[in-house]
């Protein structure tokens, strides 16, 4: 048996749409005000202007200021607390040997065990007061260094000059005098005191109102 042929035509192509984009024109000139974001936009997007920028800068500044000035504030505060133990030191120094001379003047101890006893303290009583001098002026308050200058250039001469011992035999003849020696170094300290308890407590205070 013989095939019949069957006849080939050509397949029809289908015919698709072409799609046609338009392009934007670019434009040569500056951009509109329109096209341009918003500085409110800008902000928004956490992006810093720079205005932002320098109020940051100028925060962190200012924090950096505060910073060392809490602790030059603190470095005060350490100094009259330091400052006010020397003089507590000093004050006990003192008074015990006004303790010596009363016991003295009352026959409760004899002329060489009162001596002996001063005498004992008063190399660390000059020792104590220079250290106090040369303290108040490393830590920058020149006031107060001031102010211990003239005990310090009196101890400094009564040792220059051999007189700052008590002698056993002039106990008796100078005793009004060192007495008088002693309560005028007692009433200078206690002012020295007070001076450095008004200073620490105003440091204090000053320092908790800046935590505030």
């Known amino acids: 048996m013989h095939s019949i042929p069957v006849p080939r035509y050509p ?6 749409p072409v799609l046609r984009t338009s392009v ?3 434009r040569t000139g500056p951009p509109s005000t329109s096209q341009l974001p918003s500085i409110e936009g800008v902000n928004k997007g956490g992006l ?3 205005s932002a920028v320098i109020k940051d800068e100028q925060k962190g ?3 950096t200021r505060r910073r060392r000035r809490r602790r030059r504030k603190m470095g005060d505060l350490y100094a009259w ?12 120094l003192v008074v015990y040997q006004l ?3 009363a016991d003295l003047e009352f ?8 001596s002996s006893r001063i005498n004992k303290v008063i190399l660390p009583e000059f020792i104590t007061e220079g250290v106090l001098c040369f303290f108040y002026l490393i830590t920058g308050h020149w006031f107060m260094s001031l102010l211990c200058v003239p005990y310090f250039y009196y101890n400094v001469r009564l040792y220059m000059r051999k007189q700052h011992l008590v002698d056993v035999t002039e106990i008796f003849n100078l005793l009004n005098w060192e007495k008088k020696q002693r309560l005028f170094k007692l009433a200078y300290l206690i002012f020295l005191l007070f001076l450095s308890i008004f200073w620490m407590i105003w440091c204090a205070l000053e320092d908790s109102e800046n935590d505030i």
């Open 11 to 16: 397949v029809p192509r289908a015919r698709y």
């Open 24 to 26: 934007p024109r670019t």
């Open 48 to 50: 810093n202007t720079p």
């Open 61 to 63: 500044r200012s924090g």
């Open 81 to 92: 607390l330091v400052s006010f133990f020397f003089l507590i030191a000093l004050l006990v």
């Open 99 to 101: 303790m010596c001379l």
């Open 107 to 114: 026959d409760y101890i004899n002329p060489y065990d009162s």
